[in-house]
């Protein structure tokens, strides 16, 4: 008998997301025709990956965020990509799948990093369902966070931004949340970890950090943070790509022959 | 001096889409702050797009538009591929950029070529802005169409499903555009193509088909049809992932030895 | 009975290249342990694409086609796609994978264009295989597609380099095969076409150009083009996200801030 | 001043492998024009990816390293994935980035895990350069490795076929190893692992294991490990996607209705 060895697959997929039969289509239980006829998009995105639909307060909520992530200009390596591949004539196709191929350890990981983080510390309570947190308990764990991360001198996820000390969409959520009552206990913890931050290394949450904390509030997994996030910005790199494409430059390249240094 | 030589672009991007400043993130001229609070992400991707806000009766329609694309289950190719890729472990961007890469000339092109057959139909007319068609160009615009596919026995862009003989979510939309009065001059044309085809051949628009003349009628170029899509389909792919992800079977394949005929 | 309907494929896959049973493996009918052993790289290639093994003299001048397309430093926008996506601390594959979506319209589409432009023209003369082609036919060849490309003021495939009056890698590759005895009816016509654009125009073949020639000569279907271009290619690539991902700087991007400009 | 701020990049590429001015290319100190006219492309990728070219001896291995890495029909997931996107008409590059892609965590990752388990072992000994390690030692990491990996009930990387017991290409490249005298200090390791393991676990090593191990005694960094797998394979799924694109079949799918089932 070997050991190391691998499962052979059977031939089929399984799947809980949507039934097709012939002139039926139903997802998570509804039927497509109603949900065309009834919901939003980001309604139905939050169905697709939850498996319910929001509430009313939930869904605004995901709209919020999905709304948030959509677009920052030509600044981000994504969007800088997807530009350059298209730039050498691909199909729109190719530029948005290289534009995800972007989304890397050090762009646009930190959601999930922050999903885990906020995840955890919460989870290491083990409070049953209907318990709130009380903000003694939070303060402790933004503060064993805070001297974990320093100790390695490790880089919080979600907080700080290349061009913003406050990112106005992260400001504009967290005052949203507040207003309408949305502040759960991953968004607590965000929010008090960011006071250490802003006093002690003058850093703020930026986007990713704060949709991290609500997106744990409303109990999506961190392994959807990134998916997330992507549907967001999808249409951003859309529009950047149509944008060059009808543009009338040709084959973009971001350095030339000036800018290569040789060194041997 | 030299022909055939290519032109050095000179180290800069240009876009309309985002203007980003230190602590300032604006599109298409709104403050993104206001777009997070007041606007839904259907409405978002319309102005990321098409550089303005839709009316209210459009936005209806395009928010109807994305949500009849967001997942067929797990029959498309491109969700297959997707699955494929995550069953091997690879992350959540890189399976879904490969489901982006099935998107080829017989998957989802059907959208991008009926936007242009329909937009340059009646493009042919050379209608002043504020005119509305006369039912009988459509119908010599229809037939000149029917006969010129059939003569080189070409595929009719946008008709036939391989699952459903009356794709539902096309019948659903049809239905909605005559009930709220949505049925501009390419949707005329779709229609009355769709009633030749029905009699001669018995097959119906699909949801390519529908959505292509109602997002002609909305002003899309046709080189958005595909982006469109995507922006609508992205989400199901990535519940589609995420499924795949948490499930307990890894190394999915979809052939096994018993399946490959080697043929020498 | 409807037409434009899809065919639903059986669920196998029918393959003439490799032979997997358990613990033996051959490729086009040899012992993949008697490859490993005698044959070199360039060689296993010839043989996967073409189904035999090249001889002694086609095997060189292949083996010096694909060491040609190796690499073109930091310059070409696949390689910098790569290193760009490779930045944002991507993993290989997807950086590689990236670059590889840069081979569009305007980046390495000549080849498959030179191959089709040369071999369709030789087969317009509907040659018996073992006659060669005299002189004055290859001239008149070569002054059609001139006017041709002229008269729609098209680019002419294969010719003219960005940075090279003379691409060094096209001379060197010219010479090896006049000098060793490589100049079949495609190369022919490319050289008679480059006399031509040279006194016309200023302009020379490129490594492309000269490639597309020789492999047509080898009897490679244009087709393939791209897919021999790429195997020579990624090397290259790995060396650049190699050296990318080892370098100290993080998230690169070739644009930022000042580079932006917004142009509402 | 801000913490975790992040840099912003000036615009250059800096790079030591190829340098390009008008008219003159050279690799790694080599002028191409040499390289094409005397080097094999293994050599030469040898020299993209170390920055010198390998001894005789050395470049013969590498050589077969990379036949050996060519082709294992249609079974692997990234033949598949190819495949599955080149038959929804998707661009040749497109469908091999899509296979490439499919390299994660449970597909090509064994190279990569292998190589630094067998160059952490060694180097964990402090050998100075030109000692060889006595088999005392090596029985040694063997035994640790083998009871670590056992504890925490991990998979052997490089160890195991789905397909064979014996993979036939990983006891060829032994022989020839063995015979030509190429058993450095980290083979030495694999081969004594593997006797570990065959008396105990009936499983051997794969074409992944010893190809590790032998890529290790040649110097290369466990981080070039898939690179390396990818240049030898992509010429395979070349020829897969070819044989796929001329087949007369479109659009290929892996589960139809019947395969796929629903489960709410």
């Known amino acids: ?20 039969k012939p002139n039926m289509i139903s997802t998570r239980g509804y039927n497509q025709e109603e949900l ?3 919901i939003s998009f980001s309604d139905m995105i939050y169905l697709l990956l939850k498996g319910i639909l929001p509430s009313k307060k939930d869904g605004k909520l995901f ?6 992530f959509c677009d920052h200009g030509a600044t981000p390596p994504s969007t800088q990509t997807a530009r350059l591949i298209s730039s050498s004539g691909s199909p729109m196709n190719s530029a948005v799948a290289g534009g995800l191929l972007s989304f890397g350890r050090n ?10 983080l906020y995840q955890n510390a ?10 709130d947190i009380d903000n003694q308990q939070i303060v ?15 880089k919080f996820p979600g907080f700080g931004h290349r061009y913003h000390d406050i990112d106005p969409r992260a400001s504009k959520i967290m005052d949203i949340a507040i207003t309408e009552g949305f502040v759960g206990n991953h968004t607590k913890l965000a929010f008090t970890l960011e006071n250490l931050l802003k006093d002690n290394k003058n850093i703020r949450l930026n986007i990713d950090g704060v949709n991290a ?16 996030f992507m549907i967001g910005r999808v249409p951003g790199i859309v529009a950047h790509v149509y944008e060059e494409s009808i543009d009338e430059e040709e084959f973009r390249k971001f350095c030339d022959l000036d800018d290569i240094i040789f060194k041997d």
């Open 63 to 68: 709209n919020r965020i999905l709304v948030s």
């Open 122 to 131: 919460i989870n290491s309570l083990n409070l049953t369902d209907d318990v």
């Open 213 to 228: 904390a609500l997106l744990s509030d409303l109990g999506f997994n961190p392994k959807l943070g990134l998916g997330i």
């Open 140 to 154: 402790q764990l933004a503060i064993n966070i805070f001297n974990s991360y320093n100790e390695k001198n490790k």
């Open 107 to 116: 762009h646009a990981g930190a959601i999930e990093k922050a999903m885990n």
């Open 36 to 38: 065309i006829e009834h």
């Open 1 to 20: 008998m070997k050991e190391n060895n691998f499962k052979i697959n059977e031939h089929y997929l399984k799947t809980a997301i949507s039934d097709i």
